[in-house]
């Protein structure tokens, strides 16, 4: 069984510019979670997805936002770049019901802002 | 508010001696609770978890933890610890709430020859 696929492996941006993370999760999953990884400040829940709809959110400005498809996989779009941004953006999912609690990991995106 | 703190950033053991990694949670209502190991530049992998039923907790890679009610408690423990144990480690907690999973800062694990 595939595990959780996220796409691209590394991404390189400019301040300003914006970035487009791609999550695929494990079949069967219908949740799923991103978390930002960024050095010294451990790992930061961003957002969580459930059968499409954003079902929580972190303590994250409005320029990180996404959305799921039916498929299930989902994106994370940060507008307007800055340096702090630089990370590793980790996508993870669940299944449905009591599933939910545990959460499957993607390797991550490791985002770099110039 | 609810949070998960992990003692020691750092915690360095010779190869074949205990493994302690220490993680201590607040909350009103029982959580479930998690452990998670990352190596370098990849994502994290569920070493165990508790779910309401055993308190002990066995894991993979000879890992297990104990939930201690009363101390708000969820160590990691492995009797012999190998080369190869070297990495970041993450205490977890889901709240039923809200389904929000609160980590830990990491612990990172040094295994010494």
């Known amino acids: 069984e595939a595990g959780v696929t996220q796409s691209p492996t590394h991404l390189i941006k400019t301040r300003g510019q914006q970035a487009t993370l791609r999550c695929s999760p494990i079949s069967g999953h219908t949740s799923v979670y991103w978390y930002q990884q960024a050095l010294g400040l451990g790992l930061q829940f961003l957002l969580w997805?459930?059968?499409?709809?954003?079902?929580n959110r972190g303590n994250f400005p409005p320029r990180f936002s996404g959305r799921q498809f039916p498929n299930y996989s989902s994106e994370l779009n940060v507008n307007a770049l800055e340096l702090e941004d630089s990370a590793l953006y980790l996508c993870a999912s669940s299944m449905p019901g009591q599933g939910r609690y545990e959460q499957y990991f993607g390797p991550g995106t490791r985002l770099t802002v110039t | 508010a609810q949070s998960v703190t992990q003692l020691g950033s750092h915690v360095s053991v010779s190869e074949g001696a205990l493994v302690l990694l220490r993680c201590n949670y607040s909350s009103s209502v029982p959580p479930y609770l998690f452990w998670y190991v990352q190596y370098p530049n990849q994502g994290l992998q569920l070493l165990l978890k508790y779910t309401s039923a055993a308190t002990l907790v066995k894991g993979i890679n000879g890992f297990e933890a104990e939930f201690k009610k009363s101390e708000t408690s969820f160590h990691l423990t492995k009797p012999s610890a190998h080369m190869s144990d070297a990495a970041e480690y993450f205490c977890?907690?889901?709240?039923?709430?809200?389904?929000?999973?609160?980590f830990g800062a990491g612990t990172r694990l040094f295994v010494k020859a």
């Open positions: 997805y459930d059968e499409g709809e954003e079902r």
């Open positions: 977890a907690v889901t709240y039923t709430g809200g389904f929000k999973t609160i």
